[in-house]
């Protein structure tokens, strides 16, 4: 199939991006590690021997962050319906987690505890049609953010992709209903085009 102007001009600017490489260099599967890195050293999120789930992990990039992070007294459980090759000191469970069976695998995991942070980098895969594309986005939100009050301790953080339009703000006074505060990031490795943010929630009430 022929490449289009637009797929042409995506893979050049892939290529040469300062995050992909870095990724390369450092070993991280995707530059999305960087979003996380720079959340992460400003707000301090990851610590160790935290419990942290990340939902929608693959490639699994975010996981391979926390478990450096969290160490090895720690637990990283990573979910997601694509598999994700193995990581040192991350659990993985394939699967659907909104369904009964990777719940289930998930509270054995957990071992009848809570987590202590979960993390989401979803996102559908993009139409190219706005006003789609962030509805879809900010269901996934939503869907992570039931997640997390669901499975969270008292005091646990929640960190989310969003993006910005028609039900942002409803989603960001549902987040400040929830926590104790909510801080909203746009990390460097995010490019200037997209409409993504970070919504860090600190503190479950």
Do not use: C
Not at 6 to 26: G, I, L, N, P
Not at 142 to 152: I, M, R, S
């Amino acid at each position: 199939m022929k490449r289009t102007k637009t797929s042409k001009a995506w893979m050049h600017e892939h290529v040469s991006d300062f995050f992909v490489k870095q990724a390369r260099k450092e070993g991280y599967r995707s530059r999305a590690a960087f979003k996380l890195l720079e959340i992460d050293a400003r707000d301090h999120i990851l610590k160790p021997g935290l419990t942290v789930v990340d939902l929608g992990a693959a490639p699994g990039s975010w996981s391979q962050v926390v478990s450096q992070k969290v160490g090895n007294a720690g637990k990283v459980i990573a979910l997601d319906l694509l598999e994700i090759a193995p990581l040192p000191n991350v659990i993985f469970i394939r699967g659907d987690f909104r369904e009964e069976q990777a719940s289930l695998e998930l509270q054995f995991h957990l071992g009848g505890q809570k987590a202590n942070l979960v993390i989401s980098d979803m996102a559908p895969n993009m139409s190219g049609i706005t006003i789609s594309d962030q509805a879809r986005s900010m269901y996934l939100a939503e869907l992570a953010l039931v997640f997390a009050l669901e499975q969270l301790n008292s005091g646990g953080n929640f960190l989310v992709k969003a993006f910005q339009g028609r039900d942002f703000d409803s989603f960001l006074r549902e987040m400040r209903a929830n926590f104790q505060s909510v801080l909203i990031r746009k990390p460097k490795a995010s490019r200037d085009r997209s409409n993504e943010l970070y919504l860090l929630g600190l503190g479950r009430k």
